[in-house]
């Protein structure tokens, strides 16, 4: 047979395989659905920006200053009040502008004004946090011109130049204050061990799928079955297998590309950023260490479960492969959505991140900032119990005869022979 009817014959072959079309759309419709959440995140991002409640601290009482706030807020359409001191503007106000000492001096000689905004954010979605930085941005640079307007003003002359204002943006988080470097190295150590556990979840599903596939198309399964062992130690089993191989295939990948990114970093700089590291040193403490090998043995164990699930139920070794896809993808799918939602932290979506595994990370970063101990125990207790949860039920198939002829298999006998 000719190579290019050998590849129509495969390629008939996927397409009529009804697991194939059922991925698709459910592939289809499960990022819609993530789309839709994060449009709603947005909306809600961009809901508050509209609503400039802006909070001013002067630290300098003087004519130049009451001017220049009160054109402030002309500008932002009288959102603008004044506070005496940092703590009660963060309570009242959603942004906070803090004019420091030396403020005046340095912008009506010329030289750049040095302030201090402050954006109160209750989760670390990235649309969230990107929209509030850009809003203070936005009102340093009407600060920025405001300046002007206001010398021209007292002085009676025309300044053609704005003058530069340079803000030091922090993010009030939990009664705790980050700068946005801070902020963004945190959710970037964050973001990556999502991405590692997601990742490493995806191989173990996919090494389990391929072991119990190829087993009952090579016949072996009904050899291994009729053993005196318990179906259980079957399941756990190639579960522990197929999670040592995902181990030991993830971190030959990972040390790989250690290497690779060390070769191209290393002439870059030659000064090491001092905040960033010694805050990612903070990050790095025994019990968020703990935590993290812990999510780790359990998402692999979770996702090792789901993979002899699925080929236990599969009847052939193409099926299981194209169910085992779309599962991969739910990994990433729901691990990278935690951070581009705005869902609040509280019981009920500690228990949802839990059941999904990937995104415990996400619920650690914020119970870390906001002393919640309780929403990771809570997170912590639901992937375990989904973890057994599937366990029982792969060994549940594992006692019956779907485990050797398959689901679709098992229909069409049914179905022929009159009992479906």
Same mark, same amino acid.
């Not at 359409?77 to 963060?90: F, N, R, T």
């Not at 997601?198 to 072996?220: N, Q, R, Y």
């Given at each position: ?13 996927? !397409?009529?395989?009804?697991?194939f ?5 459910? #592939? ?7 789309g839709g959440i994060?449009?709603?995140? @947005? ?13 001013v601290?002067? &630290? +300098? ?16 359409g ?6 005496p001191?940092?703590?009660?503007a963060l ?24 302030i ?7 989760d ?16 340093a ?19 053609p130049q ?6 030091n =943006? ?11 470097q801070q902020l963004?190295?945190?959710?970037q ?13 995806g191989?173990?599903t996919s090494?389990?799928?391929? #072991?119990?596939a190829? +087993? ?5 399964? +009904?050899m291994?079955?009729? =053993? ?17 191989m ?5 971190f ?14 290393? $002439?870059?700089?030659? &000064?090491?950023?001092?905040? &960033?590291a ?7 403490? $025994? ?5 993290v ?9 979770y ?23 779309p ?13 581009? @939602? ?10 949802l991140?839990g ?5 415990? !990370?996400y619920?650690?970063?914020i ?12 997170s ?5 119990i ?8 792969t ?6 005869? @779907?485990?050797i002829?398959?689901i679709?298999?098992?229909l ?5 022979a009159?009992?479906?």
């Amino acid at each position: 047979m000719p190579l290019g009817q050998l590849i129509i014959r495969e390629v008939k072959a996927m !397409i009529r395989n009804p697991a194939f079309i059922v991925s698709l759309i459910f #592939i289809f419709f499960f990022y819609g659905f993530i789309g839709g959440i994060t449009r709603a995140g @947005i909306s809600q991002a961009v809901q508050e920006t509209m609503r400039l409640d802006v909070g001013v601290v002067a &630290e +300098e009482n003087n004519q130049f200053v009451k001017l220049l706030i009160n054109r402030l807020n002309t500008s932002l359409g009288g959102g603008v009040k004044v506070y005496p001191s940092i703590d009660l503007a963060l309570n009242k106000s959603l942004y906070v502008i803090v004019l420091p000492r030396g403020f005046t001096d340095n912008a009506t000689v010329g030289r750049p004004a040095m302030i201090w905004g402050y954006a109160k954010i209750n989760d670390f979605s990235q649309i969230s946090i990107q929209t509030k930085t850009g809003v203070l941005q936005t009102i340093a640079s009407i600060l920025s011109k405001t300046i002007t307007q206001t010398i021209s003003i007292l002085n009676n002359i025309s300044i053609p130049q704005e003058r530069p204002v340079i803000i030091n =943006q922090n993010m009030v988080a939990f009664g705790k204050v980050l700068n946005s470097q801070q902020l963004n190295s945190y959710i970037q150590v964050v973001t990556a061990l999502i991405f590692i556990l997601s990742f490493m979840m995806g191989l173990t599903t996919s090494s389990a799928t391929s #072991i119990t596939a190829i +087993e009952k198309v090579e016949k072996a399964f +009904e050899m291994l079955l009729s =053993q005196p062992i318990p179906r259980r130690d079957i399941v756990i089993a190639k579960i522990i297998s197929s999670v040592i191989m995902a181990f030991i295939t993830g971190f030959i990948y990972f040390l790989a590309m250690f290497f690779m990114i060390a070769q191209i970093s290393q $002439p870059v700089t030659s &000064e090491p950023n001092l905040v &960033e590291a010694s805050f990612n040193l903070t990050i790095f403490t $025994p019990d968020f260490i703990v935590f993290v090998i812990t999510s780790l043995i359990i998402g692999l164990i979770y996702s090792g479960a789901v993979g002899v699930l699925i080929g236990s139920i599969s009847s052939d070794e193409r099926t299981a492969s194209i169910l085992a896809m779309p599962i991969t993808l739910l990994y990433f799918g729901f691990g990278i959505a935690a951070l581009f @939602i705005s869902m609040p932290l509280n019981i009920a979506t500690s228990i949802l991140y839990g059941v999904l595994v990937a995104p415990t !990370i996400y619920v650690l970063a914020i119970a870390k900032l906001s002393n919640a101990i309780q929403l990771v125990i809570t997170s912590l207790a639901s992937s375990i119990i989904t973890c057994i949860v599937i366990i029982a039920i792969t060994t549940r198939i594992f006692n019956s005869d @779907i485990v050797i002829t398959g689901i679709r298999l098992s229909l069409i006998q049914r179905k022929r022979a009159g009992t479906y």
